[in-house]
């Protein structure tokens, strides 16, 4: 029996501003932060999950994230995890709360960090890595982890099981796949930020060429001019007709209409797929988007902002979406990221997780393998930033194109306490970079 006997929270910034690691159209100058919570318990076990965000406020989460661990504190693990799908009903039920939320902006951010730190406790209970834990599991137990109101119109349990029914054929060869890390291809965002100079987007082409990758992705969105220059050096370094993938992504800067006329300037370097070319939530102007530009061979993608798998499903309802981007921490955590998995196999489109964050990719590797081994059964592939994975115990890493299956116990966001320290915001005098001369540059400059 472990017993939750209290919930700490972390604000931890990085000052990614300084170098534009990060920059896209709409977001210039980020510093990517986790809102971070430790379970603790009357165990040798602690529970880690944090959410992404890229700086300022993430001290709300954090107090987000306190109000709802307090929920769950006195209860015991065992309690929590028997009847998965009534506990993450029971943490979205305060009604108090819900009325900020509901299941939306930060509540659900803050409940992502919790429900994933719960994962990360119960998997290190069960020493065996938050994938496993899953791919171990029966069809019937995978649909019990989820909460199914809001979306029965487009899955009901039955549909669910039958979906994960079918996929147990092929499973056995899958998990080798998995466990010989061959389930998860990645792709690279390293050399696409848009305050990268020519010169380093080469060099870092080149270099992720040289690695094995064979998607990349670049942000666009700010002008057109200066984009076309930019994908032309791409294709220039990965060509066309090499196997290589390019993919653009515009963070959300468009109106429809102008997302379709900028499209079409750009579609000469033919892209897999335009990313959040809109409002994250207009799901009939996505679809819209994606009416216009199939003709073009250009595919639509967006999720790393959806909110909720309510918004998910009526992307795929709408024929809104190519591909399925789900994220780790704007979703409710696991439970409510495999309803989205469910909806998106029966809908036949593929997940290919945002992961452009820290601590993202640690998390989205263990979701990209259940969608390989237990749901879809298909190979996708999942985005891969080159940041900041030195701040954790199991960094996420890639070998030959394909992600390294995590196979320690846990959800792989566990971070180094010294850097939890370091990094911390506001910060101890004497200790945290926040409070040195050099953070100063972001402190007292422009908010952007
Ligand atoms: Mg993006």
């Given at each position: 029996?472990?017993t939750?006997?209290?919930a700490?929270?972390?604000?931890?910034r990085f000052p990614t501003?300084?170098?534009k690691?990060?920059?896209?159209?709409m977001?210039a100058?980020?510093d990517?932060?986790?809102?971070?919570?430790?379970?603790?318990?009357?165990?040798?076990?602690?529970?880690?999950g944090?959410?992404?965000?890229?700086?300022r406020?993430?001290?709300?989460?954090?107090?987000?994230?306190?109000?709802?661990?307090?929920?769950?504190?006195g209860h015991?693990?065992?309690s929590l995890?028997?009847n998965?799908g009534?506990?993450?009903?029971y943490?979205?039920n305060?009604s108090?709360?819900r009325?900020?939320?509901p299941?939306?902006?930060?509540?659900?951010?803050?409940?992502?960090?919790?429900?994933?730190?719960?994962w990360?406790?119960?998997a290190?209970?069960?020493k065996k890595p938050?994938?496993r834990?899953?791919?171990?599991?029966?069809?019937?137990?995978i649909?019990d982890?989820?909460?199914?109101?809001?979306?029965?119109?487009?899955?009901?349990?039955?549909?669910?099981?039958?979906?994960?029914t079918k996929?147990l054929?092929?499973?056995?060869?899958?998990?080798?796949?998995a466990?010989?890390s061959?389930a998860?291809?990645a792709?690279?965002?390293?050399?696409?930020?848009?305050?990268y100079?020519?010169?380093?987007m080469?060099?870092?082409?080149r270099?992720?060429?040289?690695?094995?990758y064979?998607?990349?992705k670049?942000?666009?969105?700010s002008?057109?001019?200066?984009?076309?220059e930019?994908?032309?050096i791409a294709r220039?370094?990965?060509?066309?007709?090499?196997?290589?993938?390019?993919?653009?992504?515009a963070?959300q800067?468009?109106s429809?209409p102008e997302?379709i006329a900028?499209?079409?300037?750009?579609a000469?370097?033919k892209p897999?797929?335009?990313e959040e070319?809109?409002s994250?939530d207009?799901?009939?102007g996505?679809?819209a988007?994606?009416?216009?530009?199939k003709?073009?061979?250009?595919?639509v993608a967006?999720?790393?902002?959806?909110?909720?798998?309510?918004?998910?499903?009526?992307?795929?309802?709408a024929?809104a979406?190519?591909?399925?981007?789900?994220?780790a921490?704007?979703?409710g955590?696991?439970?409510?990221?495999l309803?989205?998995?469910?909806?998106?196999?029966?809908?036949?489109?593929?997940?290919?997780?945002h992961?452009?964050?820290?601590?993202l990719?640690?998390?989205?590797q263990h979701?990209?393998?259940i969608?390989?081994?237990v749901v879809?059964?298909?190979?996708?592939?999942l985005e891969y930033v080159d940041h900041l994975?030195?701040?954790f115990?199991?960094?996420s890493?890639?070998?030959?194109?394909?992600?390294?299956t995590?196979?320690?116990?846990?959800?792989?966001?566990?971070?180094?306490?010294?850097?939890?320290?370091k990094?911390?915001?506001?910060?101890?005098?004497?200790?945290?970079?926040?409070?040195?001369?050099?953070?100063?540059?972001?402190?007292?400059?422009e908010?952007?």
């Amino acid at each position: 029996m472990v017993t939750i006997t209290r919930a700490e929270t972390r604000d931890v910034r990085f000052p990614t501003s300084l170098d534009k690691t990060g920059s896209d159209a709409m977001n210039a100058a980020g510093d990517y932060s986790a809102a971070y919570c430790i379970l603790h318990t009357d165990s040798e076990y602690q529970g880690h999950g944090m959410t992404f965000t890229i700086g300022r406020g993430n001290e709300i989460v954090c107090t987000a994230i306190s109000l709802l661990a307090d929920r769950i504190t006195g209860h015991t693990l065992e309690s929590l995890v028997s009847n998965w799908g009534k506990t993450w009903r029971y943490l979205v039920n305060d009604s108090q709360l819900r009325w900020i939320g509901p299941e939306k902006g930060v509540t659900h951010l803050a409940l992502g960090a919790v429900v994933n730190a719960i994962w990360d406790l119960w998997a290190k209970t069960l020493k065996k890595p938050v994938w496993r834990i899953v791919a171990d599991m029966t069809p019937q137990q995978i649909v019990d982890c989820i909460d199914f109101r809001y979306i029965t119109d487009a899955l009901t349990p039955e549909e669910a099981l039958e979906i994960l029914t079918k996929s147990l054929e092929g499973k056995e060869q899958r998990n080798k796949d998995a466990e010989n890390s061959r389930a998860v291809p990645a792709y690279t965002t390293s050399a696409g930020w848009l305050g990268y100079g020519q010169d380093k987007m080469r060099a870092l082409l080149r270099e992720t060429l040289s690695k094995g990758y064979k998607h990349f992705k670049l942000k666009v969105g700010s002008d057109v001019q200066q984009d076309k220059e930019r994908l032309a050096i791409a294709r220039e370094i990965i060509g066309f007709d090499k196997g290589n993938i390019l993919m653009v992504d515009a963070n959300q800067v468009w109106s429809v209409p102008e997302a379709i006329a900028y499209m079409k300037q750009l579609a000469e370097f033919k892209p897999w797929f335009i990313e959040e070319p809109t409002s994250p939530d207009d799901v009939l102007g996505h679809a819209a988007i994606r009416q216009a530009l199939k003709p073009l061979g250009i595919g639509v993608a967006t999720g790393e902002m959806c909110q909720n798998r309510v918004m998910f499903k009526q992307f795929l309802q709408a024929q809104a979406i190519d591909v399925c981007q789900i994220d780790a921490c704007r979703m409710g955590g696991v439970n409510e990221v495999l309803a989205v998995l469910l909806m998106a196999a029966k809908f036949n489109v593929p997940i290919v997780p945002h992961s452009g964050g820290v601590g993202l990719p640690e998390y989205t590797q263990h979701l990209s393998t259940i969608d390989y081994v237990v749901v879809s059964g298909k190979k996708s592939v999942l985005e891969y930033v080159d940041h900041l994975h030195e701040h954790f115990f199991h960094p996420s890493e890639i070998r030959d194109g394909y992600y390294v299956t995590p196979m320690e116990p846990g959800y792989s966001v566990e971070m180094r306490p010294e850097s939890m320290d370091k990094f911390s915001f506001p910060g101890k005098e004497g200790v945290s970079w926040w409070r040195s001369e050099e953070a100063r540059t972001i402190l007292e400059g422009e908010k952007i």
